[in-house]
Protein backbone atom coordinates (compact mmCIF):
# COMPACT_ATOMS: atom_id res chain seq x y z
CA UNK A 1 0.00 0.00 0.00
CA UNK A 2 1.78 3.57 -0.88
CA UNK A 3 1.94 5.81 1.98
CA UNK A 4 0.79 9.39 2.52
CA UNK A 5 4.17 11.60 1.52
CA UNK A 6 6.04 12.96 4.78
CA UNK A 7 8.02 15.95 4.78
CA UNK A 8 11.61 15.36 3.33
CA UNK A 9 14.55 15.15 6.50
CA UNK A 10 17.22 17.09 6.90
CA UNK A 11 20.09 15.69 4.97
CA UNK A 12 23.77 16.06 6.55
CA UNK A 13 26.04 18.80 5.97
CA UNK A 14 27.85 17.99 2.92
CA UNK A 15 24.99 16.34 0.59
CA UNK A 16 22.82 18.79 0.13
CA UNK A 17 23.49 18.45 -3.84
CA UNK A 18 22.72 15.28 -3.95
CA UNK A 19 19.06 14.61 -5.56
CA UNK A 20 16.81 13.27 -3.42
CA UNK A 21 12.96 12.78 -4.30
CA UNK A 22 9.80 10.80 -2.63
CA UNK A 23 9.08 7.27 -4.06
CA UNK A 24 5.41 6.23 -3.69
CA UNK A 25 6.21 2.93 -4.48
CA UNK A 26 8.70 2.71 -1.59
CA UNK A 27 7.19 4.67 0.26
CA UNK A 28 10.23 6.32 1.57
CA UNK A 29 12.37 9.04 0.60
CA UNK A 30 15.07 8.08 -1.98
CA UNK A 31 18.88 9.82 -2.12
CA UNK A 32 19.87 8.85 -5.81
CA UNK A 33 23.75 9.60 -6.12
CA UNK A 34 25.57 9.33 -9.72
CA UNK A 35 29.52 8.11 -10.80
CA UNK A 36 31.68 9.51 -8.35
CA UNK A 37 28.81 10.85 -5.60
CA UNK A 38 28.35 9.25 -1.71
CA UNK A 39 25.66 10.02 0.44
CA UNK A 40 25.31 8.91 4.31
CA UNK A 41 22.18 9.54 5.89
CA UNK A 42 20.94 9.21 10.00
CA UNK A 43 17.35 8.74 9.04
CA UNK A 44 15.66 5.26 9.86
CA UNK A 45 13.49 5.65 6.67
CA UNK A 46 15.64 6.88 3.46
CA UNK A 47 17.22 4.68 0.81
CA UNK A 48 19.94 5.21 -1.42
CA UNK A 49 19.84 4.29 -4.62
CA UNK A 50 22.16 4.33 -8.29
CA UNK A 51 22.25 2.48 -11.33
CA UNK A 52 25.43 0.68 -12.09
CA UNK A 53 27.89 -0.37 -15.03
CA UNK A 54 31.52 -0.92 -14.36
CA UNK A 55 31.19 1.58 -11.43
CA UNK A 56 31.78 -0.10 -8.16
CA UNK A 57 29.01 0.81 -5.16
CA UNK A 58 30.09 -0.02 -1.68
CA UNK A 59 27.40 -0.11 0.54
CA UNK A 60 28.38 0.40 4.43
CA UNK A 61 26.60 1.15 8.00
CA UNK A 62 27.01 0.57 11.89
CA UNK A 63 24.99 -2.40 12.32
CA UNK A 64 24.41 -1.28 15.42
CA UNK A 65 23.39 3.02 14.94
CA UNK A 66 21.46 2.09 11.80
CA UNK A 67 24.15 5.16 9.97
CA UNK A 68 24.97 4.36 7.18
CA UNK A 69 25.30 5.20 2.88
CA UNK A 70 27.00 4.08 -0.37
CA UNK A 71 29.31 5.31 -2.67
CA UNK A 72 29.26 5.05 -6.38
CA UNK A 73 33.34 4.98 -8.18
CA UNK A 74 35.70 3.57 -10.94
CA UNK A 75 39.11 4.09 -10.86
CA UNK A 76 40.39 5.75 -14.03
CA UNK A 77 41.52 3.51 -17.23
CA UNK A 78 45.03 2.30 -17.45
CA UNK A 79 46.59 4.35 -20.35
CA UNK A 80 49.00 2.26 -22.95
CA UNK A 81 51.99 2.74 -21.54
CA UNK A 82 50.99 3.45 -17.52
CA UNK A 83 53.25 2.12 -15.03
CA UNK A 84 53.96 2.83 -11.54
CA UNK A 85 52.13 6.19 -11.29
CA UNK A 86 48.94 4.81 -13.05
CA UNK A 87 48.95 2.97 -10.29
CA UNK A 88 49.30 5.08 -8.12
CA UNK A 89 46.70 7.45 -9.32
CA UNK A 90 44.01 4.93 -9.43
CA UNK A 91 44.54 3.83 -5.94
CA UNK A 92 44.62 7.46 -4.52
CA UNK A 93 40.99 7.87 -6.84
CA UNK A 94 39.64 4.70 -5.45
CA UNK A 95 40.77 4.99 -1.39
CA UNK A 96 39.16 8.40 -2.09
CA UNK A 97 35.84 7.47 -2.32
CA UNK A 98 36.45 4.71 0.15
CA UNK A 99 37.62 6.96 2.82
CA UNK A 100 35.15 9.92 2.61
CA UNK A 101 31.96 7.69 2.67
CA UNK A 102 33.74 5.52 5.82
CA UNK A 103 34.95 8.52 7.26
CA UNK A 104 31.74 10.67 6.77
CA UNK A 105 29.61 7.55 8.50
CA UNK A 106 32.18 8.04 11.63
CA UNK A 107 31.62 11.10 11.93
CA UNK A 108 27.82 11.15 12.06
CA UNK A 109 28.18 8.64 15.43
CA UNK A 110 29.05 5.39 13.14
CA UNK A 111 31.77 3.23 14.98
CA UNK A 112 34.33 1.19 13.11
CA UNK A 113 34.16 -1.48 14.94
CA UNK A 114 30.32 -2.20 14.12
CA UNK A 115 30.79 -1.60 10.15
CA UNK A 116 29.63 -4.27 7.87
CA UNK A 117 29.78 -3.66 3.81
CA UNK A 118 28.53 -5.11 1.21
CA UNK A 119 29.62 -4.67 -2.34
CA UNK A 120 27.70 -4.51 -5.90
CA UNK A 121 28.38 -3.84 -9.49
CA UNK A 122 31.55 -4.23 -11.73
CA UNK A 123 29.72 -5.76 -14.83
CA UNK A 124 31.33 -5.57 -18.17
CA UNK A 125 28.96 -3.87 -19.68
CA UNK A 126 31.13 -2.02 -22.38
CA UNK A 127 33.33 -4.19 -25.02
CA UNK A 128 36.07 -0.98 -24.86
CA UNK A 129 36.40 -1.05 -21.31
CA UNK A 130 36.41 -4.63 -20.44
CA UNK A 131 39.09 -4.37 -18.00
CA UNK A 132 37.09 -1.26 -16.16
CA UNK A 133 34.72 -3.39 -13.82
CA UNK A 134 37.36 -6.28 -13.02
CA UNK A 135 40.07 -3.18 -11.69
CA UNK A 136 37.27 -1.82 -9.38
CA UNK A 137 36.55 -4.97 -8.02
CA UNK A 138 39.82 -5.99 -7.25
CA UNK A 139 40.52 -2.65 -5.50
CA UNK A 140 37.70 -2.62 -3.54
CA UNK A 141 37.96 -6.23 -2.12
CA UNK A 142 41.97 -5.39 -1.36
CA UNK A 143 41.35 -2.41 0.11
CA UNK A 144 38.75 -3.85 2.63
CA UNK A 145 41.05 -6.58 3.13
CA UNK A 146 43.70 -4.12 4.52
CA UNK A 147 41.36 -2.07 5.99
CA UNK A 148 40.29 -5.58 7.88
CA UNK A 149 36.65 -4.68 7.00
CA UNK A 150 34.68 -7.51 6.18
CA UNK A 151 32.40 -8.01 3.15
CA UNK A 152 29.12 -9.45 4.39
CA UNK A 153 27.92 -10.14 0.77
CA UNK A 154 28.70 -9.24 -2.36
CA UNK A 155 27.03 -9.13 -6.29
CA UNK A 156 30.01 -8.59 -7.94
CA UNK A 157 30.73 -8.81 -12.00
CA UNK A 158 28.47 -10.18 -14.66
CA UNK A 159 27.79 -8.68 -18.33
CA UNK A 160 24.71 -6.76 -16.44
CA UNK A 161 24.20 -3.49 -15.59
CA UNK A 162 22.40 -2.99 -11.87
CA UNK A 163 19.58 -1.14 -10.25
CA UNK A 164 20.91 -0.43 -6.23
CA UNK A 165 18.92 0.35 -3.12
CA UNK A 166 20.51 0.19 -0.14
CA UNK A 167 18.54 0.92 3.18
CA UNK A 168 21.09 2.23 5.75
CA UNK A 169 18.91 1.69 9.04
CA UNK A 170 18.62 -2.20 8.19
CA UNK A 171 20.85 -2.91 5.85
CA UNK A 172 18.60 -4.13 3.67
CA UNK A 173 20.58 -4.31 -0.22
CA UNK A 174 17.95 -5.20 -3.36
CA UNK A 175 19.92 -5.50 -6.94
CA UNK A 176 18.24 -5.70 -10.09
CA UNK A 177 20.39 -6.63 -13.07
CA UNK A 178 19.12 -5.35 -16.25
CA UNK A 179 18.67 -7.47 -18.89
CA UNK A 180 19.38 -4.92 -21.40
CA UNK A 181 22.79 -3.83 -21.97
CA UNK A 182 21.95 -1.35 -24.60
CA UNK A 183 21.49 1.61 -21.70
CA UNK A 184 22.71 4.28 -23.53
CA UNK A 185 22.11 6.84 -20.88
CA UNK A 186 24.02 4.75 -18.85
CA UNK A 187 26.96 4.15 -21.02
CA UNK A 188 27.28 7.70 -21.84
CA UNK A 189 27.08 8.77 -18.06
CA UNK A 190 30.14 6.70 -17.52
CA UNK A 191 32.36 7.39 -20.34
CA UNK A 192 31.65 10.99 -18.88
CA UNK A 193 32.71 10.27 -15.85
CA UNK A 194 35.30 8.27 -17.49
CA UNK A 195 37.09 11.20 -19.02
CA UNK A 196 36.55 13.50 -16.39
CA UNK A 197 39.00 10.59 -14.07
CA UNK A 198 40.86 10.85 -16.54
CA UNK A 199 41.85 14.69 -16.71
CA UNK A 200 41.30 15.48 -13.03
CA UNK A 201 44.07 16.07 -11.38
CA UNK A 202 45.21 13.86 -8.22
CA UNK A 203 43.78 14.63 -4.58
CA UNK A 204 45.77 14.08 -1.65
CA UNK A 205 45.33 10.98 0.80
CA UNK A 206 42.61 10.84 3.43
CA UNK A 207 43.70 9.31 6.55
CA UNK A 208 40.90 6.74 8.10
CA UNK A 209 40.21 7.43 12.24
Same mark, same amino acid.
Given at each position: MM?? +??? =???????????????? +? &??SSWIAKILPGE?? *?? &? =???? %??? &? &????CVS??????? !????? !???? !?LPLRGEHAGDSWMSS??? #??SYAM???????? @?? $??? +????? *?KLTGGGQIMANMSDVGSGNIAFVLEYLQIENLDVIVQD? $?? %? #????? !???PATGQLR? @????????ETLIQREKTYQSELDVRPDSGGIELF
Open positions: GS +RPS =QPECLAGFEHINRYWD +R &THYY *VT &T =QPDE %IVA &T &TLGSACIRDKI !MGIGG !MNHF !MATR #YGEHLINDIL @KN $GGN +RANLE *VL $GD %I #YPRKV !MYYV @KKLRSIHN
